[in-house]
């Protein structure tokens, strides 16, 4: 089976932990093409191929933070969720809150895991790099939008 590039798309607010995230992804083990967006209105219509994203590549993987500018993190959850062409994307919260409210509602809207942020960076960096295992070496990722939608 070979290696293909896994297409992530990070929806991050914080220019600081886009740049963690970013770094924690880099790695010779694998390859990924990560697209970055600030709030959740241009993650919606970068995932809906709206605007400036009309070819916009379909991302295998969304990782969001909950608490967004403009759209909440939430909002996009949801929209992703009632979508045909997008609900199969596996969605993973990485958020600053340990709210069991928070993560309870996230679950609730069919998030596929939640990540709570580590306060320092070497947990952080190990933290990402876990998720990134799993969603690249271990866990089945549902086929190709294409596909998928046939």
Do not use: C
């Not at 220019?15 to 697209?35: G, I, Q, W």
């Not at 960076?121 to 690249?136: D, G, M, P, Q």
């Amino acid at each position: 089976m070979s290696e293909r590039s896994i297409g992530i798309l990070l929806v991050e607010d914080n220019p600081a932990d886009v740049h963690l995230t970013l770094t924690a992804l880099r790695d010779a083990r694998s390859s990924s093409e990560v697209h970055v967006v600030a709030d959740g209105e241009e993650a919606l219509a970068f995932l809906k191929r709206e605007g400036t994203h009309a070819k916009a590549p379909r991302p295998d993987l969304v990782f969001l933070d909950l608490n967004l500018p403009k759209v909440d993190g939430y909002q996009v959850l949801a929209a992703m969720k009632a979508d045909p062409v997008l609900r199969r994307i596996p969605v993973v919260a990485i958020s600053g809150s340990k709210s069991e409210i928070d993560i309870a509602r996230a679950y609730d809207e069919q998030i596929s895991a939640y990540l709570v942020k580590p306060p320092g960076v070497n947990e952080y960096f190990a933290a990402i790099r876990s998720l990134k295992e799993l969603w690249f070496h271990a866990a089945a990722l549902p086929p190709g939008h294409e596909a998928a939608s046939s």
